[in-house]
């Protein structure tokens, strides 16, 4: 069974890239476009990785990274941080709050590849 | 008893010798070799404090009351470490100001008044005179006591006898003598005699000496030690009130207190503690020693009072002999006639150095501060008319000194007989302590006036001469006894013992408590409200910053003039004489380096430097009279009283800017704190800025790098797949373009460096175009868009491009926020009478009051859930409000939730043109 995963991006543009790229690969997709639909297909879907924008309609990045590190059944769940806020702060931040990668934009397709399937190989 | 002519004999040779000392001190002095430059001669001669009244009323005092002699020494002993504070301090400025009395020290202070001066010359000669009476007494009575002691009785005192058998007459002529030698040998600015001082110190050495022989003597001699001389006065009947302090043994502690508190600053202030200690001091550096050299001094000749006084007591039970002169009776009734001799010759030197000293310190004021200043007063024209005034000044000062010895003598055959030692010597305490306010306050305290000063001294003297000098006058039958019982004129608050209703002290304390009362009151009142002078403010300046001041600094000039050198030199000549004169113009010669060959006009500094010279020599107010009559230009012009006053006014004024700046000066620093938060907001706006613009940025370049990867890395992509990725690409750039286009626009507008090119501009053409280029736009969102715009649109002055970009931004807004499926978008032109309105209004959600107030800010977006993020950078409102307001419009939006927004703008009209239009 192919591993699943969640793409949260309120950018049009940038959610058909990784779709692309995530499809090439053989992965099971889902989209959501605002923090709190992601809350709720994280629970249904129950993906194997998050591709996590931060800034985001209703909920930012950050608050969803959170809940998912503070939540017991959704333990196994692999975040990647993929966001445009490239301050040190901001990426200390992200790891601070329990997110596996972070990623900066514009990113490498393949650098990003790689990561996911590293991620989720092991 | 021992033979008339042979203690007149011994008498003469004891003066002898002290002349002997004086010349040859005096000469060593001539040769720059003094004798008495060194700490334990300065000490010694502070020990003129010990006077007959010491050396043979101290006694007397211990038999009546046991320890109630002690307070007149304790008191100099407790205040003596404090001379490094008080005492250093008047002898620096009275050698800059060359000072020589207590009178003229007081009159400089207080602006060189020649009044308060001579008060305080009188208050000291009618408060001392009594004193230098006793010590005649106390050398005419030890005299006969000597001569006719037998059996245990004295003969009366030979007080009947005409003055010209009685030797103390004699001893007072020549003391008179050896004042005039040794007190007025030459006029000298610095009134310093060395001679004096040798022989001064020398007759402490002997009644030290004398009175620790006879000590000795009693004790260890006539009795078998101090412990046997005290077990054999157990016999006596009220042994036990030696050594208690109580009413019943005659003195109490309050008693104690003030009697302390008086020969404190009677040890100061007498005028010849005061000439000893300040006015031939030789050397600042010698209080360091005398501030324990001289208790110590006190300490030893006090040693022996009591077992004397006990075994006087033992001796001569029954009051048949006098108390005060159990030192002589004591050697004498057991047959040592060499030994009383000696103890007698003690007494002598103990009164002859009083007499000295006091008559010498009297002479220089009454000559400085009461002479002078009438002669040069009355006969001014007579006197400027003598060229050598110096033998009229030592015949002023050795008449003075002939005066006051001789109206001590009367005094002492008149009134002094009624009275034991001790208490006319604590009447003059009490006058000399009258000048403590006056001068502690004129060193330590600038507030100190002329006018305060007066009112205190006359003050403080009228009570005690009321409380003093009065009721022991009329115990003498001299006043009628009346005022005691029943006070001046009948009025019961004016009995002198009982001063304002002020019972149970003794006459002493209580006269000390209300005098002092008066005096310090009235002196810190009058001062506070009274003016000072201008000579007052730099004289009450210069005596209370005097110890951190150097020699230079020392003259004050207040007053310009100028003068020639050979003027200033007669002058001074008449005055000091011509060799004295000479000495000192070398001098100033020398140390100043000038040549009076070349510089005939002197300079200001010189002038005041003889009126120090003549200060020393007639005292500080008559030294100004005097140099004011020389020197060219009115001292005190108006003119110059003016620069002065102005200067003055100048100082208030400059200190009043100084305190507006000082508040000036905090307003600044809140003010630049304020900035400086701001400045710190701003800072955190601006990478606010900057790292939302970043943001905005890398949002389109990373679809634009994404997609150009995924290009790159896969060549055999299906083509409609590779032309929308393509299309991505693009559209993503032009955004990008746009946003850099945008922020450097409102760069622009915000640095206010946006320049408009100014055509007249056809508004209702620029709306239309702007629908046109919107028209796509509306078409892809199922938009209907209107105009409403009248016939006639007059021309505005205004930038084409920039007025078309602020349509666009609100055409395009309109439509991307109007209602889904249904959108609407009117754009309306009003014509007003000064300028034209612009109303573009969707029917979209609308946007509620709180975020109406944030959407004109940069990178403030709304976003809805349901629609996602808005397009666009989140720039455009606040570009089109900046280039609305470089317009001199206003932009502003009128909007409730699901009522759609309108925004609307105004652009001014030409009215110039409109103008030209009308006139053509």
């Given at each position: ?10 950018e049009?543009?940038?959610?058909i890239?990784?779709e ?21 297909i ?24 959170q ?14 941080l993929?966001?445009?806020k490239?301050?040190?702060?901001d990426?200390?931040?992200g ?13 490498s397709?393949?650098n ?11 | 008893?021992l ?35 060194n ?10 404090y ?22 007149v ?11 490094l504070?008080v ?14 009395s ?9 602006g ?47 007080s ?9 007459f004699y ?12 007190g ?17 110190a ?14 000795l003597?009693?004790?260890?001699f ?19 009130r ?6 019943a043994?005659g ?8 009697i302390?508190?008086l020969?404190?600053l009677?040890?100061m202030?007498?005028?010849r ?7 031939e ?5 010698h ?13 030893l ?6 077992p ?17 002169t ?8 057991e047959g ?6 000696f ?12 007499v000295i ?9 009454v000559?400085n501060?009461?002479?002078m ?13 003598i060229?050598?005034?110096t ?9 003075s ?16 007989e009624?009275y ?5 010597g ?38 005690w001469?009321?409380?003093l ?8 039958g001299?006043?009628p006894?009346?005022?005691?019982t029943?006070?001046?004129?009948g009025?019961?608050?004016?009995r ?24 310090i ?19 009450a ?21 100028t003068?020639s ?12 004489g ?9 001098q ?10 070349k ?8 002038i ?6 003549l ?10 009279v ?10 005190f ?18 200190k ?13 620093t ?39 990867e ?10 409609d ?18 946003l ?12 206010k ?19 046109e ?14 105009t ?5 649109v007059?021309?505005?002055?205004a ?12 055409i ?7 209602k ?8 309306k ?7 034209l ?5 969707d ?20 976003n ?13 409102l ?20 699901e ?22």
């Amino acid at each position: 069974m192919s591993k699943k995963i969640l793409i949260v991006d309120d950018e049009p543009s940038i959610v058909i890239s990784l779709e692309f790229l995530m499809e090439q690969k053989g992965f099971a997709l889902k989209v959501a476009r605002t923090g709190e639909e992601a809350m709720q297909i994280i629970h249904e879907f129950m993906p194997d990785l998050v591709l996590l924008d931060v800034m985001l309609p209703n909920k930012n990045g950050f608050e969803i990274c959170q809940y998912v590190r503070s939540t017991p059944e959704l333990a196994a769940m692999k975040i990647i941080l993929l966001t445009a806020k490239g301050r040190k702060q901001d990426i200390e931040k992200g790891l601070a709050i329990g997110a596996d990668a972070y990623i900066t934009k514009p990113f490498s397709t393949k650098n990003l590849v790689e990561t996911v399937q590293n991620m989720l190989e092991k | 008893m021992l033979p008339n002519w042979l203690v007149f004999i011994i008498s003469l040779l004891y003066l002898g010798i002290l002349f002997a000392i004086a010349y040859y001190a005096d000469w060593r002095a001539d040769n720059d070799k003094s004798i008495i430059n060194n700490p334990y001669i300065y000490a010694l001669s502070l020990a003129v404090y010990c006077t007959a009244w010491t050396f043979y009323g101290s006694v007397g005092r211990a038999a009546s009351t046991g320890w109630g002699f002690l307070p007149v020494y304790i008191g100099p002993t407790i205040i003596a470490p404090l001379w490094l504070l008080v005492i250093r301090k008047i002898i620096r400025i009275s050698k800059q100001q060359h000072i020589t009395s207590i009178a003229d020290f007081i009159s400089s202070r207080y602006g060189k008044s020649t009044f308060l001066g001579g008060l305080v010359a009188i208050i000291a000669v009618v408060g001392i005179i009594p004193y230098i009476s006793l010590q005649l007494k106390a050398i005419s009575s030890s005299y006969s006591i000597l001569t006719t002691f037998m059996n245990n009785s004295v003969a009366t005192a030979n007080s009947s006898n005409s003055f010209f058998e009685d030797t103390a007459f004699y001893i007072s002529i020549l003391l008179a003598t050896f004042a005039i030698l040794f007190g007025t040998r030459h006029l000298d600015a610095s009134e310093r005699h060395e001679g004096l001082v040798a022989a001064i110190a020398f007759e402490s050495i002997i009644k030290l000496v004398a009175f620790l022989f006879v000590g000795l003597f009693v004790t260890y001699f006539l009795y078998g030690g101090l412990g046997d001389i005290f077990s054999q006065a157990r016999r006596l009947p009220d042994f036990e009130r030696f050594f208690t302090i109580n009413q019943a043994s005659g003195v109490n502690w309050d008693e104690w207190v003030w009697i302390t508190l008086l020969s404190l600053l009677a040890v100061m202030f007498l005028p010849r503690q005061f000439h000893m200690a300040v006015v031939e001091n030789t050397n600042e550096k010698h209080i360091e020693k005398a501030i324990w050299l001289f208790p110590l001094y006190l300490f030893l000749i006090n040693l022996f009072v009591l077992p004397i006084a006990v075994a006087g007591l033992l001796h001569f039970p029954g009051n048949t002999v006098d108390a005060d002169t159990f030192v002589l009776a004591l050697p004498l009734t057991e047959g040592h006639r060499w030994i009383a001799l000696f103890v007698f010759i003690g007494g002598l030197s103990a009164a002859t150095s009083m007499v000295i000293v006091a008559t010498i310190s009297l002479s220089i004021m009454v000559s400085n501060n009461i002479v002078m200043p009438i002669l040069l007063r009355v006969k001014s024209m007579h006197i400027s008319r003598i060229n050598d005034l110096t033998w009229i000044l030592l015949m002023i000062r050795r008449g003075s000194i002939i005066v006051l010895v001789l109206w001590a003598y009367f005094y002492f055959r008149v009134i002094a007989e009624y009275y034991t030692l001790v208490s006319i010597g604590l009447i003059s305490f009490t006058a000399a302590a009258q000048f403590a306010p006056a001068i502690i306050g004129g060193i330590f305290w600038r507030g100190g006036t002329r006018n305060g000063a007066l009112a205190g001294l006359i003050a403080g003297s009228l009570v005690w001469a009321f409380t003093l000098p009065t009721p022991f006058a009329a115990e003498a039958g001299l006043l009628p006894d009346s005022i005691l019982t029943e006070g001046l004129f009948g009025i019961s608050l004016l009995r002198p013992y009982q001063f304002l209703g002020l019972e149970g002290m003794d006459p002493i304390s209580s006269s000390l408590f209300w005098s002092l009362l008066f005096n310090i009151g009235l002196y810190v009142i009058v001062s506070f409200s009274s003016r000072a002078s201008v000579l007052e403010h730099s004289q009450a300046a210069m005596f209370v910053k005097a110890p951190w001041h150097s020699a230079n600094d020392g003259r004050y000039q207040l007053w310009r003039g100028t003068s020639s050198i050979e003027v200033l030199e007669s002058l001074l000549t008449r005055f000091i004489g011509e060799q004295s004169t000479k000495k000192a113009f070398f001098q100033y010669a020398q140390d100043h380096k000038t040549d009076w060959e070349k510089h005939n006009e002197v300079d200001q500094d010189f002038i005041s430097y003889t009126e120090q010279l003549l200060t020393g020599a007639i005292g500080a107010a008559s030294a100004r009279v005097v140099i004011a009559s020389v020197v060219k230009e009115e001292p005190f012009s108006v003119e110059e009283m003016m620069n002065i006053l102005n200067e003055t006014q100048q100082a208030i004024s400059q200190k009043k800017v100084l305190e507006k700046k000082s508040q000036e000066l905090e307003k600044a620093t809140a003010d630049l704190m304020k900035a400086n938060t701001r400045l710190r907001e701003l800072d955190r706006l601006k990478d606010d800025f900057v790292a939302t613009v970043t943001h905005e940025l890398r949002t389109p370049l990373t679809s634009v790098r994404a997609f150009a990867e995924i290009l790159h890395d896969n060549p055999d992509l299906r083509s409609d797949q590779k032309h929308n990725f393509l299309n991505i690409i693009i559209k993503e750039s032009e955004r990008l373009t746009r946003l850099i286009n945008q922020v450097l626009d409102l760069q622009k507008v915000e640095s206010k460096t946006m320049e408009l090119e100014l055509t007249d501009v056809q508004m209702d053409k620029v709306v239309t175009e702007a629908f046109e280029a919107c028209s796509q736009l509306a078409e892809e969102r199922k938009v209907i868009c209107k105009t409403d715009l009248p016939l006639h649109v007059p021309r505005v002055p205004a930038d084409r491009d920039r007025l078309m970009q602020v349509m666009l931004n609100l055409i395009s807004n309109g439509i991307k926020f109007s209602k889904v499926g249904a959108g609407k978008v009117v754009v309306k032109i009003k014509v007003k009478k000064e300028h034209l309105q612009i109303d573009v209004t969707d029917n979209g959600i609308g946007i509620n009051k709180k975020d109406q107030q944030v959407i004109f800010e940069k990178f403030r977006q709304i976003n809805d859930p349901d629609l996602g993020k808005p397009a666009g950078s989140g720039l455009g409102l606040t570009i089109t409000q900046k280039i609305i307001e470089f317009h001199q419009g206003t932009l502003w939006v009128k909007s409730a939730p699901e009522k759609g927004s309108t925004f609307s703008f105004t652009l001014p009209i030409n009215r110039q043109e409109d103008k030209t239009v009308a006139s053509n």
